[in-house]
C-alpha cells in the first residue's frame, strides 16, 4: 500500500445511483458488481480537480505532494486544467495550498469529505457513507462546505461532471475488468479469518499512487472501503502482466483487512522485534518511514506478500519471475522496505510447504519466529 501521505475493482454490470443502503443521490457515476461497489463520486472527483489545481512545488516530508497525489499524465488531467485553471485563486484552492503546506495528510481528509456528500444543484448533502462519527472528524479537518459549493458554481462543475459520465463508466469498468475484486475475496475468505459484507471501491482518473483504506461496522453490516487510483495500461487490457500489477493495486489494499487483524494478535511481540534498535534492519527511509511501529511495517510486509501469492498462482514461470521481480525491486528500492526478497521467500515456502488443511492464518507464529532469528544475525 503506498503510505507516503497517510499512515491510519465487465461482466454484466449495472450502473446505478443507490447501494447496499447507502444513498447517492446526485449523479454519480456507479457500478455494482456482486458484493462490490465501483464509484467516482462527484464530490471526490470535486476535490480532485480542487487539489490538482494546487501549487505543483508543495513539498511534505521530503515528498512533492502533487507528484504523489495526482496524476498527471493523461489527456482527461489536461481537460481538467483547461476548463477550471481560470479558478485556481478562488479562496478554496488558496485554502488547500495552506493546508497541504502544514500536512499532505490534509489530501486524505479532503477526498474523503468529497466521498462523504452527494452533489445536487451546487449544495453539498449528506451521503451515510461511512459513520457519523468519521465524517464529523472529517469536517473538523477539511475545508469549508460554502467554499466548495461556491468554487463548484463559478466553475460549472456539474456540467463539467456530466459531460464525462461515459467517460467516468468507462474507467468504472476498467477498474472492475482488471482488479479481480470477487475473486480476492474468496480467496482471502479461505486463507484468513475475517468477513466482510461487502467492499466499496472509490477512484478517481486524477488519483495518483498515494492509496488508503478504511473497515467499519455500519448499518448493521461490516465494510471496507478502498481510495485507489483507475486502471492505467499502455498496453491491451487483457494483458496478464498489467492486470496483474493493477490486481495489487487493489489487493495491497483488501488485504490490510484480513491480514491486520491476525497480525494484531502479535502485536506486542512484532513490535519489540522491529523496534528501534533493530528497524535498520526492516526498514531505510523513503515511505517506510510512514510506518512508525514494527506491527505497521509487519503489515506492510505481508500484505504485499500475500498479494504475490494470490497473484502468481495463474501465471505462466515467466510471468511469475517477472510481477515478483517488479513487486521486490518496489518494495525495496522505492518504498524502502529492505528485506522484502527474504521475507516474501520465507513466506512463499511455508506457504508451499504447509499442510493441507493450513491457512496463512496458521502460519503467523512461524512467520513471526523467522522474523525474529533475522535480527540475530
Given at each position: 500500500?503506498?503510505?507516503?501521505?497517510?499512515?491510519?475493482?465487465?461482466?454484466?454490470?449495472?450502473?446505478?445511483?443507490?447501494?447496499?443502503?447507502?444513498?447517492?443521490?446526485?449523479?454519480?457515476a456507479?457500478l455494482?458488481?456482486?458484493?462490490v461497489?465501483?464509484?467516482?463520486?462527484?464530490?471526490?472527483?470535486?476535490?480532485?480537480?480542487?487539489?490538482a489545481?494546487?501549487?505543483?512545488?508543495?513539498?511534505?516530508?521530503?515528498?512533492?505532494?502533487?507528484?504523489?497525489?495526482?496524476?498527471?499524465?493523461?489527456?482527461?488531467?489536461?481537460?481538467?486544467?483547461?476548463?477550471?485553471?481560470?479558478?485556481?485563486?478562488?479562496?478554496?484552492?488558496?485554502?488547500?495550498?495552506?493546508?497541504?503546506?502544514?500536512?499532505?495528510?490534509?489530501?486524505?481528509?479532503?477526498?474523503?469529505?468529497?466521498?462523504?456528500?452527494?452533489?445536487?444543484n451546487?449544495?453539498?448533502?449528506?451521503?451515510?457513507?461511512?459513520?457519523?462519527?468519521?465524517r464529523?472528524?472529517?469536517?473538523?479537518?477539511?475545508?469549508?462546505?460554502?467554499?466548495?459549493?461556491?468554487f463548484?458554481?463559478?466553475?460549472?462543475?456539474?456540467k463539467f461532471?456530466?459531460?464525462?459520465k461515459?467517460?467516468?463508466?468507462?474507467?468504472?469498468?476498467?477498474?472492475?475488468?482488471?482488479?479481480?475484486?470477487?475473486?480476492?475475496?474468496?480467496?482471502?475468505?479461505?486463507e484468513?479469518?475475517?468477513?466482510?459484507?461487502?467492499?466499496?471501491?472509490?477512484?478517481?482518473?486524477?488519483?495518483?499512487?498515494?492509496?488508503?483504506?478504511?473497515?467499519?461496522?455500519?448499518?448493521?453490516?461490516?465494510?471496507?472501503?478502498?481510495?485507489?487510483?483507475?486502471?492505467?495500461?499502455?498496453?491491451?487490457?487483457?494483458?496478464?502482466?498489467?492486470?496483474?500489477?493493477?490486481?495489487?493495486?487493489?489487493?495491497?489494499?483488501?488485504?490490510?483487512?484480513?491480514?491486520?487483524?491476525?497480525?494484531?494478535?502479535?502485536?506486542?511481540?512484532?513490535?519489540?522485534?522491529?523496534?528501534?534498535?533493530h528497524?535498520?534492519?526492516?526498514?531505510?527511509?523513503?515511505?517506510?518511514?510512514?510506518?512508525?511501529?514494527?506491527?505497521?511495517?509487519?503489515?506492510?510486509?505481508?500484505?504485499?506478500?500475500?498479494?504475490?501469492?494470490?497473484?502468481?498462482?495463474?501465471l505462466?514461470?515467466?510471468?511469475?519471475?517477472?510481477?515478483?521481480?517488479?513487486?521486490?525491486?518496489?518494495?525495496?528500492?522505492?518504498?524502502?522496505?529492505?528485506?522484502f526478497?527474504?521475507?516474501?521467500?520465507?513466506?512463499?515456502?511455508?506457504?508451499?510447504?504447509?499442510?493441507?488443511?493450513?491457512t496463512?492464518?496458521?502460519?503467523?507464529?512461524?512467520?513471526?519466529?523467522?522474523?525474529?532469528?533475522?535480527?540475530?544475525?
Open positions: 500500500m503506498t503510505k507516503v501521505i497517510y499512515t491510519l475493482l465487465l461482466f454484466n454490470g449495472v450502473f446505478v445511483s443507490e447501494c447496499f443502503g447507502q444513498s447517492r443521490t446526485d449523479n454519480s456507479t455494482i458488481d456482486e458484493k461497489t465501483y464509484e467516482i463520486p462527484m464530490g471526490y472527483e470535486l476535490m480532485h480537480i480542487a487539489i489545481l494546487t501549487d505543483t512545488t508543495i513539498v511534505s516530508n521530503g515528498y512533492n505532494v502533487h507528484n504523489e497525489v495526482i496524476n498527471t499524465k493523461s489527456n482527461y488531467y489536461k481537460e481538467v486544467i483547461k476548463h477550471f485553471a481560470p479558478y485556481k485563486n478562488h479562496e478554496l484552492i488558496v485554502d488547500l495550498n495552506k493546508y497541504l503546506r502544514k500536512s499532505a495528510s490534509n489530501y486524505v481528509y479532503n477526498v474523503q469529505l468529497g466521498c462523504n456528500f452527494n452533489f445536487n451546487n449544495r453539498i448533502e449528506k451521503a451515510s457513507v461511512m459513520p457519523w462519527i468519521r464529523a472528524y472529517l469536517n473538523i479537518k477539511a475545508v469549508s462546505k460554502n467554499k466548495v459549493e461556491e463548484a458554481q463559478i466553475s460549472n462543475f456539474e461532471y456530466s459531460e464525462h461515459e467517460y467516468y463508466n468507462s474507467e468504472l469498468e476498467a477498474v472492475q475488468q482488471n482488479a479481480n475484486v470477487s475473486e480476492q475475496q474468496k480467496w482471502l475468505e479461505k484468513f479469518p475475517s468477513r466482510y459484507d461487502n467492499y466499496r471501491i472509490i477512484v478517481s482518473p486524477l488519483a495518483g499512487d498515494t492509496h488508503f483504506t478504511q473497515r467499519f461496522k455500519f448499518q448493521g453490516k461490516r465494510k471496507c472501503i478502498m481510495w485507489v487510483k483507475t486502471f492505467n495500461s499502455k498496453n491491451q487490457i487483457t494483458d496478464n502482466i498489467e492486470k496483474t500489477r493493477y490486481t495489487g493495486v487493489v489487493m495491497t489494499e483488501i488485504d490490510h483487512h484480513y491480514v491486520n487483524p491476525v497480525s494484531k494478535k502479535y502485536k506486542k511481540t512484532l513490535n519489540a522485534i522491529i523496534d528501534e534498535t528497524r535498520t534492519k526492516w526498514t531505510n527511509g523513503g515511505a517506510s518511514n510512514s510506518y512508525k511501529t514494527g506491527y505497521k511495517v509487519f503489515n506492510e510486509y505481508m500484505t504485499h506478500a500475500v498479494y504475490l501469492l494470490f497473484a502468481t498462482q495463474e505462466n514461470d515467466s510471468e511469475k519471475q517477472l510481477v515478483e521481480k517488479s513487486k521486490i525491486d518496489v518494495m525495496i528500492k522505492v518504498r524502502k522496505f529492505i528485506k526478497a527474504e521475507f516474501y521467500e520465507q513466506v512463499k515456502l511455508l506457504y508451499q510447504e504447509r499442510k493441507s488443511n493450513e496463512i492464518a496458521d502460519l503467523y507464529p512461524q512467520i513471526v519466529e523467522w522474523c525474529k532469528s533475522e535480527n540475530m544475525k
